[in-house]
């Protein structure tokens, strides 16, 4: 079946610095998603991205949807303690309702 | 505006004891979810429903079974609980199926002994 991994699992930033997660799927995406889970909260939706090569900013993030559309990206740009979370992509597996989640890179900021 | 509701928020069993998690949603979408979260693997989705009168398994399904009850609500049943569905669980809606965002409840916390 599908399978999204993403990497890092992990990272550790001093606030300021720049901050980018990778997503990586084994199959072909018709569109992808990226949602923030803040520690104890549940996933809140971010963004989706639908065309190939596709780049979308929201204030510090970048989102980008590869060329082939199996992989995805998210910047942060100084990041600040708000930023605090883990981060997912998610994209349609198998039949269309079905979103299979990847595996999530938490992000810790400190001062 | 309540979004999706979950409960209840927490629960402890005992291994073979049941019980069902209810889901409901005020804002008129057509599909629901189940997804379990343990640390380390991300969401899984356990079962879904496209519509109303409608439901597939997931990535997860065994051990869990599934109503929709209505458009509004989609309850999950452990028949029998195990120790391996020790988890937090959210229910999630969408209006359609595959794109377009999911909203999340704010999640069930469930131990199993």
Known sequence: GQQVMQIPQYQHVQE???FTTYCNSSTTLS???????RPGGH????????KSGEVKKQKRLTFQFGEAKKNS????T?????????????????TASKL??????RLQVTL | NAGVTQTPKFQVLKTGQSMTLQCAQDMNHNSMYW????????LRLIYYSASEGTTDKGEVPN???????NKREFSLRLESAAPSQTSVYFCASSEGQGSGELFFGEGSRLTVL
């Not at chain 1, 303690?81 to 198998?94: E, K, S």
């Not at chain 1, 299979?100 to 890179?105: A, D, L, S």
């Not at chain 2, 997804?35 to 991300?42: A, E, H, K, L, N």
């Not at chain 2, 051990?63 to 929709?68: F, K, T």
Request: with cysteine; aromatic share 14%; hydrophobic share 30%.
């Open chain 1, 73 to 76: 990206s998210l910047h942060i």
């Open chain 1, 31 to 37: 569109n992808i998603q990226w949602y923030k889970q």
């Open chain 1, 43 to 50: 996933p809140v939706f971010l963004i989706q991205l639908v």
């Open chain 2, 35 to 42: 997804y379990r979260q343990d640390p380390g693997m991300g």
């Open chain 1, 16 to 18: 300021g610095e720049d």
């Open chain 2, 63 to 69: 051990g869990y079974n599934v109503s929709r009850l």
């Open chain 1, 100 to 105: 299979t989640f990847g595996t999530g890179t």
């Open chain 1, 78 to 94: 100084a990041t600040q303690t708000t930023d605090v979370g883990t981060y997912f992509c998610a994209g349609p597996g198998g």
